[in-house]
């Protein structure tokens, strides 16, 4: 996954989850449309416009380590190995 370390669970495993510890009404909402044009946006503003700011408050370094994680973050969602969501339940009374 492009060397990022992020723990992954499908959108089904974290809404079966939410029925396990006892929440009703689970509802999951698959947002990876949203997410793949959004992280590209960021990518786009942090590696072009936003980037000497980064370095400014960040050091050089860390921007661009920034910059890399989201280059990387691009292509998995691209490639859909990872996938936003939301996840919603009623805790009962």
Not at 11 to 29: A, I, M, P, S
Request: glycine letters at 10%; one cysteine or more.
């Amino acid at each position: 996954m492009e060397g990022l370390t992020y723990a992954l669970e499908t959108l089904e495993n974290y809404g079966e989850r939410l029925r396990q510890t006892g929440f009703d009404d689970v509802e999951t909402v698959d947002a990876s449309d949203w997410y793949r044009a959004e992280a590209r946006r960021e990518y786009e503003l942090i590696k072009g416009d936003l980037y000497q700011t980064l370095v400014e408050h960040l050091g050089q370094g860390d921007a661009d380590h920034f910059v890399e994680d989201w280059r990387a973050m691009v292509i998995v969602c691209d490639s859909g190995e990872m996938r936003q969501g939301y996840c919603r339940g009623r805790r009962p009374a």
